[in-house]
């Protein structure tokens, strides 16, 4: 069970993105790299996680196995995206933020045509920054850190 703090920081986080996506007029944001995957997350995890500009994220997994939330959707590969869009009325950005600092050119390309915007943005430069100002949560864990640190 993921604990209550965590939560509200994951919440924080997806609002802070948002809003920076807003800025930059995006419609959404997928996200593979384990560090992102990580800071939207909570963990680590084989897949995407989605996030459009206003709403609740989606998390697209390919493994682990048990993972259980009404936006999750297990896939095998990222061109089942545009069909679980298709199939609840999903509508497709026209301006998608990717990780192209991160993702292999190929990647880019495949993940440019599954969802084929108008205009795609990079995300990794907007990520990197959101990740450099800590949250609370995330500060009062390097707390616990330090001082379990100190006694050592």
Known sequence: MIQKELIDDLQLKWGRIQQAMQIQ????????????????????FSGYFYLPAEGAPWFFVKRPNGLNDDHIEYIRKPEQIAE????????????????????????????????????TG??????????E????????QFRIS??????T
């Open 84 to 119: 679980i869009f298709a199939a609840r009325g999903i509508k497709m950005p026209e301006k998608l933020l990717l990780e192209a600092d991160e993702l292999t050119y190929n990647d880019y390309i495949r993940l440019q045509s599954i969802f084929n915007p108008k205009e």
């Open 122 to 131: 990079n995300a990794t430069a907007l990520m990197r920054t959101l990740r």
């Open 146 to 151: 330090a001082e379990k640190h100190a006694k």
């Open 133 to 140: 100002i800590k949250t609370p949560w995330e500060i009062s």
């Open 25 to 44: 007029h995006a419609d959404a944001c997928l996200l593979s790299v384990d560090v992102n995957l990580y800071y939207t997350t909570g963990r680590i």
